[in-house]
């Protein structure tokens, strides 16, 4: 051991190799480098193809309004597992109907006519039975929904449901309803109440 490599209390003399003077390792090779010319040739191809791919992927087309289509905008107010509901609400009301006016479709009737139609319907909320309830507010749901089952095409669905929806409105449909939907809430709070308290009691 040489004596420059000893500091003068006789130790060995640690070097910092971040200060060291000599040659060192330079900056680590890219990909192309390492692949020669041939490799940074087709590194370069693949990128461009990839930035053309993004460049000329086709733009999403937005149509702005206020209302989109008139079926679009059902299939966003009902989910597709409604659609065998649809059948139903028109039994309920065809059944009802038919006790009442069995020679008349509701498009047949005069406005006097469904207007006494819509209030008994609303007075068949009030029934004591949950299950009678329950069809007759099917029967007025129908009814919103446009009675389509005595319609022949879409445009008479579409003028048949704000035609009745206005009539259901005048008749205080909504107030009913409204009334209905917290009464079910009340009776659902109850049953779980008892449902709790039955095991402590």
């Keep these: 051991r040489r004596s420059s490599d000893l500091e003068p209390g006789g130790g060995p003399l640690i070097v910092n190799n971040k200060l060291r003077p000599g040659p060192g390792p330079g900056p680590a090779p890219g990909p192309g480098a390492l692949l020669g010319g041939k490799g940074r040739e087709l590194m370069n191809r693949a ?50 109907l038919r006790i009442h006016v069995p020679d008349k479709k509701w498009t047949e009737l005069d406005i006097t006519q469904q ?30 929904q446009g009675t389509f089952g005595d319609c022949s095409s879409e445009t008479e669905v579409q003028t048949w449901m704000r035609y009745n929806i206005f009539l ?25 109440n008892a449902v709790r308290k039955s095991p402590t009691s």
């Design 47 to 96: 990128q461009r193809k990839d930035s053309e791919g993004f460049s000329e992927s086709p733009d999403l087309e937005f149509e702005y309004a206020d209302t989109d289509k008139w079926d679009a905008e059902l299939s966003e107010l009902y989910s597709y597992t409604e659609g065998p509901e649809f059948l139903l609400n028109r039994k309920c009301f065809e059944e009802d």
């Design 168 to 192: 259901l409105l005048e008749v205080g449909t909504f107030s009913a309803m409204v009334e209905l939907l917290n009464m079910e809430i009340e009776n659902s709070a109850a049953c779980s």
């Design 115 to 144: 207007k006494t139609h819509a209030m008994r319907l609303l007075d068949g909320l009030e029934v004591t039975a949950r299950e009678k309830r329950l069809k007759i507010a099917r029967a007025i749901l129908y009814v919103a």
